[in-house]
C-alpha cells in the first residue's frame, strides 16, 4: 500500500505500512549492526511520512525517552580505530597536517 500526503490514512494503517517498511529499506535492516544510513536513505525514509509531523530523536535503540531535534550540521569527522570522532573546527587543521583524512557526516544534534 503506497501512502499518499493527500489521501486520509488513519493511523493503524499508517504504522502498518510503515512497519512492514522499516524491517527491510533498500535491502538493509534499520538493526542491523554496521548499518550506516546515508543522507539519501533518509531522505527516502522521511518521505514516507507527513510532511507537517514534528521530529523527535530517541535516546536509546528501545525508544525509551525522546527529545526535540535541535538541528542538522555537516560534520568534519575521522574513524579513529572503528569509530566515529566528530571533531571541531580547530581540531581539523591538526588532522590534516598529520595526513588523517578526515571526511564529513550529518549528525542530528537534539535539544
Known amino acids: 500500500m503506497a501512502l499518499s500526503l493527500t489521501s486520509p ?3 493503524a494503517t499508517m504504522l502498518l505500512t510503515l512497519s512492514r517498511g522499516f524491517d527491510s529499506f533498500r535491502g538493509y535492516s534499520f538493526f542491523q549492526k554496521g548499518y550506516t544510513m546515508t543522507i539519501a536513505d533518509l531522505i527516502e525514509r522521511l ?17 525509551n ?12 569527522s575521522v574513524d579513529e580505530d572503528g569509530e566515529l570522532n566528530v571533531l571541531a573546527d580547530e581540531d581539523v587543521r591538526g ?13 542530528i544534534y537534539p535539544y
Not at 514516507?48 to 530523536?57: S, T
Not at 588532522?95 to 549528525?107: I, R
Open 65 to 76: 525517552r525522546y527529545s526535540n531535534v535541535y538541528g542538522v550540521f555537516l560534520c568534519p
Open 9 to 11: 490514512v488513519d493511523t
Open 95 to 107: 588532522y590534516l597536517e598529520d595526513g588523517v583524512n578526515v571526511n564529513t557526516v550529518a549528525v
Open 47 to 63: 518521505k514516507l511520512f507527513p510532511q507537517d509531523r514534528e521530529v523527535f530523536l530517541s535516546k536509546d535503540a528501545e525508544g
